[in-house]
């Protein structure tokens, strides 16, 4: 238990259907995360939120569209996907986004299968 | 982040010490070097971090050359439990956490 939980663990999805995914940390911290994990590629930095203001989006489609109501929740909006976009996606937070010394805490991440 | 280079695979026997290494060459003088690891079907969890001096906790242990140009993940008796990707990583004074390929270890009963 990492203190950073992600809902739904596994999502199947059509290329028109509309989903979210859900994140909330439990930690206190001011900083979240979206990763993407495709198989045999490294992880990739999708979004960063700092104090619910998004302060990164590394050239992600619209298709997902981020939201962080508060500092303990981060949600992926999901539209029009496509199959290439199935993949592990990971939440993750940290006290802030600063710092060499910071340590990053995961979710178990979502599996997402577009078909 | 610089880059790091770790080897694709090691192999250990359960009880046995484990030796991760990473090659970190142009390695800034402020960049800690962090390690984390990702279990099948998990997310990559926090392992250790250290600077200069060589650093211990429950996990494992991290020994990092005195030129900081490489370092060591020492897990003292892998257990089938440690079997996962280890990735090596260094951070510089921003939030972009870049993950490489990593070391994946195998633990043998």
């Known amino acids: 238990e990492t203190g950073v939980t992600q809902t739904p663990r596994h999502l199947v999805m059509g290329m028109t259907n509309k989903k979210s995914l859900k994140c909330e940390q439990h930690?206190?911290?001011?900083?979240m995360y979206w990763y993407k994990q495709s198989a045999k590629k490294p992880l990739e930095l999708m979004f960063v939120?700092?104090?619910?203001?998004?302060?990164e989006n590394n050239s992600v489609p619209s298709r997902f569209s981020p939201e962080c109501p508060n500092s303990s929740h981060l949600f992926l909006h999901l539209h029009t996907l496509q199959p290439e976009d199935s993949a592990l996606y990971l939440c993750?937070?940290?006290?802030?986004?600063?710092?060499?010394?910071?340590?990053?805490?995961f979710g178990e991440g979502s599996w997402l299968t577009v078909v | 982040d610089a880059k790091t280079t770790q080897p694709n695979s090691m192999e250990s026997n359960e009880e046995e010490p484990v030796h991760l290494p990473c090659n970190h060459s142009?390695?800034?003088?402020?960049?800690?070097i962090h390690w984390y690891r990702q279990l099948p079907s998990q997310g990559p969890e926090y392992v250790i971090h250290?600077?200069?001096s060589n650093v211990n906790n429950r996990m494992a242990s991290l020994a990092i050359a005195e030129d900081r140009k490489s370092s060591t993940l020492i897990l003292h008796r892998a257990t089938l439990r440690d079997a996962a990707v280890y990735y090596c990583?260094?951070?510089?004074?921003?939030?972009?956490?870049?993950f490489g390929a990593g070391t994946t270890v195998t633990v043998r009963a």
């Open positions: 993750a937070s940290s006290q802030d986004v600063g710092g060499r010394r910071n340590t990053i805490y």
């Open positions: 930690l206190g911290h001011n900083a």
């Open positions: 939120y700092n104090f619910k203001e998004q302060t």
């Open positions: 142009t390695i800034s003088g402020t960049d800690y």
């Open positions: 250290g600077l200069t």
């Open positions: 990583i260094l951070r510089s004074n921003d939030y972009k956490l870049s």
